[in-house]
């Protein structure tokens, strides 16, 4: 699943391709795509002659601001963007066509089927879901290491697990917690409370220069992930550990190993990570 790193990219290419274009028209071949409004033909009438001003990201969600809504779409598994002239030939897997008015058309495919798209009305997305519950962003300036030490002292879960709760902090997945967790030398079977300050001052450097420095390479393309442009990621070529399984330890040369925790695969060295 594009983790924030991956969901940033796409937006940040995004930006440069579909500003200031104006749908025309929507095609939708996969209704079940389409969560709000539920009607289709509701959902593809709303969008028409709608602008397209801003695309940002909030957690794992892209955002399209629009005149009077807002498009809310998650790409889940393997969900992608791309845009295309008119005449191109449409893709397999492609389920949702956004044609503009100047011959382009920004196109969603997803082999998984799993992505969703909600449209809510502008200046109320954030009251309702899917961004009703969402937690801090770990890249805003306002996600210091003091409140992180006020989020984690009450928590008495396993921080591997924890970390990828979207209600406790969003954007973080499989790849970069272990990552993180591993520049930050803490056991993701860790309890969250019993990390010492200097531990989770750590903790709060690695997640942020993990997130920075992907974001900086593209993104991870573990398997299928390219971003708007249909251009794949580089930082998979500088994993600490995730993947690897078998492979000696960067730090130490101890070997990584991979457990099961909070049933999700996980890497980590059992020298370095106490």
Request: some cysteine; hydrophobic content about 35%.
């Amino acid at each position: 699943m594009p983790e924030l790193p991956e969901v940033e990219t796409v937006v940040r290419t995004l930006r440069t391709l579909v500003l200031d274009k104006t749908i025309e028209r929507v095609s939708v071949l996969l209704p079940r795509i389409i969560r709000r409004p539920a009607d289709v033909e509701q959902f593809k009438a709303v969008l028409v002659g709608q602008t397209i001003h801003a695309v940002e990201r909030r957690a794992k969600f892209i955002k399209f601001i629009l005149d009077q809504d807002v498009l809310i779409s998650h790409l889940r598994m393997e969900g992608r963007y791309g845009v295309y002239q008119s005449s191109e030939e449409i893709e397999k897997h492609t389920h949702v066509i956004f044609h503009f008015t100047d011959g382009t058309e920004l196109r969603y495919r997803d082999v998984r089927q799993f992505g969703t798209m909600d449209i809510i009305p502008l200046g109320k997305e954030q009251d309702v879901e899917p961004l009703k519950k969402l937690g801090p962003e770990p890249l805003d300036e306002t996600f210091t290491s003091t409140l992180l030490t006020s989020m984690l002292k009450s928590k008495t879960t396993k921080i591997k697990p924890l970390l990828l709760n979207q209600e406790f902090m969003v954007g973080l997945g499989n790849i970069y917690v272990d990552e993180a967790l591993f520049r930050a030398n803490i056991h993701p079977e860790r309890t969250a409370n019993t990390l010492t300050n200097d531990q989770i001052e750590n903790l709060h450097k690695s997640i942020v220069q993990t997130l920075q420095e992907a974001i900086d390479a593209g993104g991870s393309s573990i398997k299928s992930y390219v971003n708007g442009q249909g251009e794949m990621g580089m930082f998979q070529q500088v994993l600490k550990v995730y993947g690897k399984k078998g492979e000696t330890c960067p730090s130490c040369s101890t070997e990584i190993v991979k457990i099961v925790v909070g049933g999700r695969g996980t890497h980590f060295c059992p020298s370095c990570q106490k």
